[in-house]
């Protein structure tokens, strides 16, 4: 990580510059480098000049409708590092911070949406068990909107620990997205609940460059073929080029928290 910081020191502080131009507030615009090395480091941005209009067009967000999201995940991810046990992250704070956190955490526990590293390169692993969730009645007291905003603060923060956890290791890390499908049914669910999926990817794809790494898809139904158009369609070209599909995976446990 550090030699990648050296090597692009110069466009990261065209960057960092011009965002603490825009504002001051940290939670917004970070301090850190490696917020704006992801940026630098993007290939779908063709020239510099994009580069900052990316950068700018984020930055608008995050200070306006994304502004209680970024703002909470701050807070939440401060609030967790205080009151850590045995070295462990304290994940409460950031669950009771989430937006609608008193209706959505009601439906998405940890046994079915969890986060956790990966021993071998310290990415992150975010890891959902759609299947498991009782997604039609979660949708009747939530709307799209309010739904995606809970996944881009889930993705916020995992954004933010990355860069934490990237300076720590001296490693650029990444987040790898798991989704089980086990139990996931072709037919019936809510479509309200996988439309909010697919625009959370979608604007998480463009708010977050450099982060994503794969998107594995494991223990799908027999029926392959026509799930895996679907999910292709739900997502953006620049995950389904990322997609790998794996059978066995996480079959076997039935509580992910089991796996943190």
């Given amino acids: 990580l550090q030699s990648l910081l050296a090597t692009h020191q110069s466009s990261i502080a065209s960057l960092k510059d011009t965002a603490t131009t825009i504002t001051q507030d940290e939670a917004v615009a970070p301090q850190n480098d490696v917020f704006y090395l992801r940026y630098v480091l993007n290939d779908s941005y063709e020239d510099d000049e994009q580069r900052m209009a990316a950068l700018k067009s984020n930055l608008e967000w995050r200070m306006n409708d994304g502004n209680a999201i970024v703002t909470s995940a701050r807070t939440a991810i401060n609030a967790a590092m205080q009151t850590t046990e045995d070295g462990k992250f304290n994940n409460e704070p950031i669950r009771n911070a989430a ?3 008193n209706i959505i955490n009601e439906y998405l526990t940890t046994t079915q949406c969890i986060t956790t590293s990966l021993p071998s390169t310290n990415d992150l692993i975010y890891c959902i068990r759609a299947g498991k969730i009782d997604d039609k009645g979660l949708m009747s007291k939530v709307s799209i909107d309010q739904m ?14 990355a860069d934490m956890r990237s300076v720590q290791s001296d490693s650029l890390l990444k987040i790898v997205t798991c989704n089980d499908l086990k139990g996931v049914k072709l037919v019936g669910g809510s479509s309200d609940f996988r439309a909010s999926l697919s625009a959370a990817s979608k604007k998480a794809n463009d708010l977050y460059p450099s982060l994503n790494g794969r998107t594995l898809m494991l223990n799908l139904p027999g029926l392959l073929g026509p799930l895996v158009k679907i999910f292709k369609l739900l997502l953006p070209k620049a995950v389904t080029e990322r997609l790998r599909f794996e ?3 996480l079959s076997k446990v039935e509580d992910l928290r089991d796996v943190a």
Avoid: T
Avoid at 148 to 161: G, H, W
């Fill in 247 to 249: 059978n066995g995976p």
């Fill in 99 to 101: 937006p609608n956190a």
């Fill in 148 to 161: 995606v905003d809970f996944f881009l603060y889930c993705k916020e923060v995992n954004a933010m620990v």
